[in-house]
């Protein structure tokens, strides 16, 4: 039976640059019961841009909280409960303008949010291609994620890269070191575009920690952009692992 419904919104014009990373410094944030999901054999972390639009958390859309950006950077699992397995995403960090989502988030999910000040814009670059730029402010530097991306969307390909990056329908957090929360995020297969000229300028050490700063100051080993549609998240549910002998 599914859990209740703890967010609806839409979630739209997401980009992602994606960072081969050493497994080793993912250990830290693996949530007891899941191991990394490797593509092709390699750890990935994702820098994420992307909007939040229409929100309705625990059914009410809070004033002021309805539509926002998020930046987040997370990784990729995958959870065997005995019968099958879930491909999930891990957040280290996420972040967003309003201070109800991280309380709320923080304390129901154990999730990392952070509140910033942060601000977005869509530039039309001509007739077939718009740059999408993401902004938050640390102290006085304006951190920037954006692209030029392409106005044509092909829907994405089964088992593909793309398949790959969107296609994880959970997240795990950790609660301890025997305890995770798992929870369900529900849309439909989206769309993918073309992207080119991407930038991510940001205070990488500051932001997420040294043991990032090599891979995240290194060129991306892919960037895509999807168009995004209305999701669901699903209430948590605990995972408890047993303690090894």
């Known amino acids: 039976m599914k859990k209740p419904l703890f967010l609806k919104a839409q979630w739209k014009n997401l980009l992602m ?18 191991e990394l999901d490797l593509w092709e054999g390699k750890a990935l972390v994702s820098m994420v841009g992307f909007m939040f639009l229409n929100t309705k958390v625990l059914g009410v859309k809070w004033p002021f909280h309805v539509n926002f950006e998020e930046v987040n950077l997370r990784f990729y699992v995958r ?8 491909r999930g995403a891990v957040f280290i960090s996420e972040i967003v303008p309003k201070g109800i989502i991280v309380f709320i988030a923080n304390n129901l999910y154990k999730e990392h949010y952070s509140a910033m000040r942060m601000r977005h814009t869509i530039v039309p670059v001509d007739d077939n ?3 999408f730029l993401y902004e938050w402010k640390t102290k006085e530097c304006w951190n920037k994620l954006g692209a030029t991306v392409g106005k044509t969307f092909t829907p994405i390909q089964p088992e593909s890269a793309e398949a790959f990056i969107f ?11 025997l305890k995770t929360m798992e929870y369900q995020v529900e849309h439909v297969s989206w769309q993918t575009a073309k992207v080119k000229d991407f930038i991510f300028d940001a205070d990488v050490e500051r932001l997420y920690g040294a043991a990032f700063v090599p891979y995240l100051t290194a060129a991306p ?5 999807a168009n995004g549609s209305d999701v669901a998240v699903r209430m948590g549910d605990k995972i408890t692992v ?3 002998r």
């Open 17 to 34: 640059l994606n960072y081969e990373v050493d497994p080793g410094c993912l250990m830290p944030y693996l949530p007891a019961g899941t």
């Open 79 to 86: 959870h065997f409960n005995g019968k099958e397995w879930k």
């Open 129 to 131: 291609n718009s740059h």
């Open 167 to 177: 296609e994880h329908y959970w997240g795990y957090n950790s609660l301890s070191t």
């Open 221 to 225: 080993y892919s960037v895509f952009f």
């Open 242 to 244: 047993s303690a090894q």
